[in-house]
């Protein structure tokens, strides 16, 4: 179908009112904290709003995902050599206290997908990624690193591509 063209078919299956449904889960409040104003024009309030508040939604999120496994980050391993790395980091939460389990997906009989652990690894203290919002601007500690570094606590031998997922208390 031609660009900017719309399929009236799938608009309608998209607006009818069952095609998709939401449950309402929970919430989380944040405060935004002491958040560094480097890297930021002072005489464009703009800029400051938007980091603010940019930060203020990461930091809900990461509330969420603690709380609710719904919300739970999961990321595929990004390389195994030289080192296990992953494309998350300190906007999703990552610190070098938190484990992560490192999860392999099969299908059972009927199709269905699940997931089974392989593995545990935890971040590497000082080469957890700061991808938060304007953190090279700031030169943040981590802003140049393009992935976090784990360590194996258990497990076999890893592969890019099975899933990490944060180990920790959540509603169930």
């Not at 990321?75 to 050599?81: E, G, K, L, Q, R």
């Not at 992953?86 to 699940?114: F, N, S």
């Not at 700061?130 to 360590?151: H, P, Q």
Request: with cysteine; aromatic share 8%; proline share 3%.
């Amino acid at each position: 179908m031609p660009e900017g063209q719309v399929d009236t078919v799938k608009a309608r299956a998209f607006a009818e009112d069952d095609f998709i449904k939401l449950k309402y889960i929970g919430k989380q409040s944040v405060k935004s904290g002491n958040i560094s104003m480097q890297g930021i024009n002072v005489y464009d309030p703009q800029q400051m709003i938007r980091k603010v508040c940019t930060r203020a939604i990461d930091e809900s999120l990461v509330a969420l995902q603690t709380t609710y496994d719904e919300f739970k980050i999961k990321t595929p391993i990004f390389s195994v050599s030289p080192a296990i790395t992953a494309k998350i980091g300190m906007k999703e939460g990552v610190t070098a206290q938190k484990r992560y389990e490192v999860l392999e997906q099969y299908q059972d009989e009927q199709g269905r997908t699940h997931y089974r652990r392989v593995g545990v690894v935890r971040p590497v203290a000082g080469r957890i990624w700061d991808n938060r919002y304007m953190a090279t601007e700031e030169k943040a500690v981590g802003s140049t690193l393009e992935a976090t570094t784990f360590r194996k606590i258990s497990g076999g031998d890893f592969y890019p591509g099975l899933l990490i997922r944060e180990i920790g208390r959540t509603r169930m």
